[in-house]
């Protein structure tokens, strides 16, 4: 299958995926026709969504068959309708890019398929969960996935550090309560000297010691990979590498949110019970 779920559901437009495929394709369903899960503004909720037409059926030649239907150098409108109401309907448009021979099979040809309009369009929603725990960033962030759903993969990278770095300094601010009197004198003058530098980097080898191990998976310090890796897209990616490995960034910037925001509503929670319980007491 060389469609994929995944492509259909979250790429924006002109975000290519990479294929290869015969020149003269004698079955075009090879392609591809997964189900996909989107939102049904019918039903009002996620609901699966499953092709409703054949490629070739909305080809430009009127005598198109799965036979006798070129991929490459193609345009192919996709109809998918809900399962669910029977009635909403999503559609791409998808075309078939040609750029190379294979180099491993002689009568392949490598090249991409991307998005060149989509109807409903690609939609900026963030998450109820997402944008709670992005509270004054959830601005940063829709103006991120703008400059995706564009191609914009540079753009998009700026905002998303600029986001890091903000939690970097949340944590730096909230420190201090995290920790007992022994711990505070001996961060106290590193903190103070940190919260003046605007070297990020300063600053998250300080917080990388204080964060919990959940968040450090096999000792990795997210903040630190995640905070390199949007910096080096800035200033060393094109467009195109920045979008590829633009849903992995999300991946790991909305875990980082999530937990460390959840993390701090529970510790003031609980921190408030106790005051009640000894106030009481």
């Known amino acids: 299958m060389i469609i994929t779920k995944q492509f259909l559901e ?9 294929l290869e495929l015969p020149y ?4 075009i369903t090879d392609i591809g026709q997964p189900a996909i899960n989107m939102y049904c503004k019918v039903c009002k909720s996620v609901q699966t969504f499953n092709n409703n037409n054949n490629y070739w059926e909305v080809h430009a030649s009127n005598q198109s068959t799965a036979r006798n239907t070129d991929v490459w150098g193609s345009t192919f409108r996709v109809k998918y309708i809900c399962s669910s109401c029977n009635s909403y309907e999503f559609k791409f448009f998808l075309e078939f890019i040609k750029t190379g021979k294979s180099k491993s099979d002689e009568n392949n040809y490598i090249g991409y398929v991307w998005k060149i309009g989509q109807t409903p369009p690609w939609e900026i929603d963030i998450d109820q969960n997402l944008a709670k725990a992005l509270s004054e960033d959830a601005g940063l962030y829709k103006k991120g996935l703008v400059c995706e759903s564009q191609s914009y993969g540079i753009g998009s990278y700026a905002y998303f550090r600029r986001i890091t770095e903000n939690v970097i300094d949340e944590l730096l601010n909230s420190i201090t309560d995290l920790l007992d009197e022994e711990d505070k004198a001996r961060y106290q003058a590193a903190l103070e000297k940190v919260k003046k530098t605007r070297v990020t980097e300063e600053k998250i080898e300080l917080v990388q010691d204080l964060l919990p191990s959940s968040l450090q998976p096999d000792g ?3 903040l630190k990979a995640l905070h390199s890796a949007l910096s080096d897209g800035i200033h060393d990616k094109t467009d195109e590498e920045c979008l590829d490995l633009a849903e992995t960034i999300k991946a790991i910037l909305t875990y980082l949110l999530e937990e460390i925001r959840s993390r701090s509503d529970k510790a003031k929670n609980f921190s408030d019970k106790m ?7």
């Open 275 to 281: 005051k009640k319980l000894l106030g009481k007491k």
């Open 24 to 27: 003269h394709a004698d079955s």
């Open 10 to 18: 979250s790429y924006p437009l002109y975000k290519k995926l990479l």
């Open 220 to 222: 990795f310090n997210p």
